[in-house]
Each structure stands twice: as structure tokens, then as C-alpha cells.
């Protein structure tokens, strides 16, 4: 696949949340895990959600650690077509298995205890 560069966006402004995260306005949808850049090719960080509706989408995007998120407002974000990078996400908790004990087992067919 050859790759290409395409602009995608704007970065509008920095997450109030959280440090590390700004929020652009987006032309489409971008998979999260998708390396962002700006107008010198200098790598921004990486989407980690797409919001909103879906003729206007807005994107979370983490910025890496060396990049100053303040100096990032307006700045023109860019893709190269062919570039993922995978976005790490915590495991959900998985179910817990019941012990089948004597107890258990009587009272999931409707038997009382009381013997």
C-alpha cells in the first residue's frame, strides 16, 4: 500500500480533564490507534476516541510527552494513510466463577437446606 499524507483536522483545544489529552474537530472518522501529525510532520500523538455525530466527529487525542499541549491550539493535524499504532486498554473484569457446593446446588433447584 502506498503511503499518503492527508490533512484530517484541527486541534480546537486542551482537555479540561486530563493533562495529556486535546480535543480536535475532525473531516472523518479516524480508527483509534491512528499516529496524528502536524504541519512539519512532527508526530503530535495518538487518536484514542472519535465522538459526536458523524457528520462532524471530534477526536480525543493523546498527545506524546515531549509536546507542549498548550502551544498545540489551531495547529492542522495530519494522517499518513497506512500508520496504526496499537492504543492499549485496560481488561474488563471478567465473571467469577461460583464454587458448586452442596448448598449452591440445592438452592439453584428450589430445595431447601433445612434437612
Do not use: C, Q
Not at 3 to 14: C, S, T
Not at 19 to 42: F, H, Q, W
Amino acid at each position: 500500500m502506498r503511503r499518503r499524507i492527508k490533512k484530517v483536522g484541527n486541534i480546537l483545544h486542551p482537555s479540561p480533564i486530563a493533562p495529556n489529552i486535546v480535543i480536535a474537530k475532525v473531516s472523518e472518522y479516524l480508527d483509534p490507534g491512528v499516529v496524528v501529525y502536524d504541519d512539519d510532520l512532527k508526530r503530535i500523538g495518538t487518536v484514542i476516541e472519535v465522538f459526536g455525530p458523524v457528520n462532524s466527529p471530534y477526536a480525543r487525542i493523546r498527545i506524546d510527552k515531549e509536546i507542549k499541549r498548550d502551544e498545540l491550539t489551531g495547529k492542522k493535524l495530519f494522517v499518513i494513510t497506512g500508520e496504526k499504532k496499537r492504543v492499549i486498554w485496560k481488561k474488563m473484569p471478567g465473571y467469577k466463577k461460583l464454587k458448586k457446593t452442596k448448598f449452591s446446588i440445592k438452592k439453584f433447584k428450589g430445595e431447601s437446606s433445612d434437612e
